[in-house]
Protein backbone atom coordinates (compact mmCIF):
# COMPACT_ATOMS: atom_id res chain seq x y z
CA UNK A 1 0.00 0.00 0.00
CA UNK A 2 1.67 3.44 -1.06
CA UNK A 3 1.80 5.99 1.57
CA UNK A 4 -1.29 7.96 0.13
CA UNK A 5 -3.47 5.30 0.09
CA UNK A 6 -2.26 4.19 3.71
CA UNK A 7 -2.90 7.82 4.70
CA UNK A 8 -6.29 7.67 3.37
CA UNK A 9 -7.14 4.47 5.00
CA UNK A 10 -6.17 6.12 8.38
CA UNK A 11 -7.85 9.29 7.80
CA UNK A 12 -11.47 7.11 7.11
CA UNK A 13 -10.60 5.19 10.40
CA UNK A 14 -9.84 8.60 11.92
CA UNK A 15 -13.30 9.94 10.98
CA UNK A 16 -15.21 7.21 12.15
CA UNK A 17 -13.67 7.02 15.33
CA UNK A 18 -14.54 10.88 15.63
CA UNK A 19 -17.96 9.89 14.86
CA UNK A 20 -18.14 7.48 17.41
CA UNK A 21 -16.63 9.71 19.84
CA UNK A 22 -19.49 12.02 18.85
CA UNK A 23 -22.43 10.23 19.49
CA UNK A 24 -20.94 9.22 22.74
CA UNK A 25 -20.65 12.66 24.05
CA UNK A 26 -23.89 12.92 22.40
CA UNK A 27 -25.33 10.67 24.55
CA UNK A 28 -23.70 11.34 27.93
CA UNK A 29 -25.27 14.86 27.39
CA UNK A 30 -29.07 13.02 27.00
CA UNK A 31 -27.73 11.24 30.39
CA UNK A 32 -27.98 8.39 28.39
CA UNK A 33 -24.58 6.08 29.09
CA UNK A 34 -26.40 3.00 27.56
CA UNK A 35 -25.92 4.13 24.06
CA UNK A 36 -22.35 5.08 23.77
CA UNK A 37 -21.00 3.39 20.64
CA UNK A 38 -17.39 3.53 21.49
CA UNK A 39 -17.94 0.58 24.10
CA UNK A 40 -19.03 -1.83 21.37
CA UNK A 41 -16.79 -4.49 20.21
CA UNK A 42 -17.09 -3.49 16.74
CA UNK A 43 -15.06 -0.11 17.87
CA UNK A 44 -13.43 -1.51 20.33
CA UNK A 45 -12.00 -3.46 16.74
CA UNK A 46 -11.56 -0.11 14.25
CA UNK A 47 -9.96 1.13 17.47
CA UNK A 48 -7.61 -1.22 17.61
CA UNK A 49 -6.75 -1.33 13.78
CA UNK A 50 -6.45 2.67 13.66
CA UNK A 51 -3.33 1.87 16.54
CA UNK A 52 -1.89 -0.46 14.11
CA UNK A 53 -2.26 1.89 10.82
CA UNK A 54 -1.40 4.16 12.18
CA UNK A 55 1.20 3.34 13.61
CA UNK A 56 2.43 1.60 10.03
CA UNK A 57 1.79 4.79 8.61
CA UNK A 58 4.04 7.07 11.07
CA UNK A 59 6.68 4.39 10.18
CA UNK A 60 6.45 5.12 6.38
CA UNK A 61 6.52 8.82 6.84
CA UNK A 62 9.56 8.78 8.77
CA UNK A 63 11.15 6.75 6.50
CA UNK A 64 10.44 8.74 3.54
CA UNK A 65 10.63 11.66 5.14
CA UNK A 66 7.64 12.68 3.64
CA UNK A 67 5.11 14.80 5.78
CA UNK A 68 1.11 13.44 6.33
CA UNK A 69 -1.63 14.84 3.99
CA UNK A 70 -3.16 18.08 5.81
CA UNK A 71 -6.12 16.39 5.59
CA UNK A 72 -5.21 13.59 7.63
CA UNK A 73 -3.55 16.35 10.00
CA UNK A 74 -7.13 17.90 10.09
CA UNK A 75 -8.68 14.60 10.68
CA UNK A 76 -6.71 13.51 14.09
CA UNK A 77 -6.84 17.32 15.29
CA UNK A 78 -10.30 16.48 15.14
CA UNK A 79 -10.51 13.30 16.76
CA UNK A 80 -8.40 14.06 19.49
CA UNK A 81 -10.06 17.13 20.41
CA UNK A 82 -13.18 14.90 20.59
CA UNK A 83 -11.35 12.45 22.80
CA UNK A 84 -10.83 15.36 25.14
CA UNK A 85 -14.27 16.43 25.23
CA UNK A 86 -15.27 12.85 26.03
CA UNK A 87 -12.40 12.15 28.53
CA UNK A 88 -13.39 15.39 30.23
CA UNK A 89 -17.01 14.57 30.50
CA UNK A 90 -16.31 10.93 31.41
CA UNK A 91 -14.18 12.73 34.44
CA UNK A 92 -16.72 14.63 35.30
CA UNK A 93 -19.16 12.61 35.42
CA UNK A 94 -17.57 9.77 37.41
CA UNK A 95 -16.38 12.51 40.18
CA UNK A 96 -20.03 13.22 40.28
CA UNK A 97 -21.35 9.68 40.73
CA UNK A 98 -18.79 8.76 43.29
CA UNK A 99 -19.71 11.92 45.41
CA UNK A 100 -23.11 10.67 45.26
CA UNK A 101 -22.33 6.76 46.73
CA UNK A 102 -19.53 8.60 49.21
CA UNK A 103 -23.01 10.65 50.63
CA UNK A 104 -25.14 7.99 50.79
CA UNK A 105 -22.58 5.67 52.41
CA UNK A 106 -22.01 8.45 54.99
CA UNK A 107 -25.70 9.19 55.68
CA UNK A 108 -26.30 5.34 56.22
CA UNK A 109 -23.30 5.31 58.65
CA UNK A 110 -24.73 8.31 60.65
CA UNK A 111 -28.49 6.33 60.59
CA UNK A 112 -26.44 3.05 61.85
CA UNK A 113 -24.00 4.79 64.51
CA UNK A 114 -26.72 7.11 66.38
CA UNK A 115 -26.39 5.75 69.99
CA UNK A 116 -29.16 5.66 71.65
CA UNK A 117 -29.36 7.47 75.20
CA UNK A 118 -31.65 4.76 76.47
CA UNK A 119 -30.78 1.36 75.21
CA UNK A 120 -29.50 -1.73 76.59
CA UNK A 121 -26.14 -1.13 74.46
CA UNK A 122 -24.65 2.05 73.92
CA UNK A 123 -21.98 0.25 72.06
CA UNK A 124 -21.08 2.20 68.78
CA UNK A 125 -23.13 1.03 65.59
CA UNK A 126 -21.80 -1.39 62.64
CA UNK A 127 -19.60 -0.07 59.72
CA UNK A 128 -21.63 0.38 56.90
CA UNK A 129 -20.50 -2.66 54.38
CA UNK A 130 -23.69 -2.13 51.69
CA UNK A 131 -21.97 0.33 49.56
CA UNK A 132 -18.61 0.47 48.12
CA UNK A 133 -16.92 2.20 45.72
CA UNK A 134 -14.02 2.51 43.85
CA UNK A 135 -11.44 5.03 45.07
CA UNK A 136 -9.13 4.75 42.15
CA UNK A 137 -7.72 7.79 40.71
Known amino acids: MSTN ?10 ERLTTALEADIAALEKARPQEMRSVEPEMQ ?6 AREAQALRAQLAQSGAKPPPALVTATKAFRDALNRQTRMLTRLRGATEGMIRAIAEDVEKR ?26
Open 45 to 50: QLAAVY
Open 5 to 14: QAAEHVRALT
Open 112 to 137: RSVTRPYGASLAPGRQPNALLYNNVA
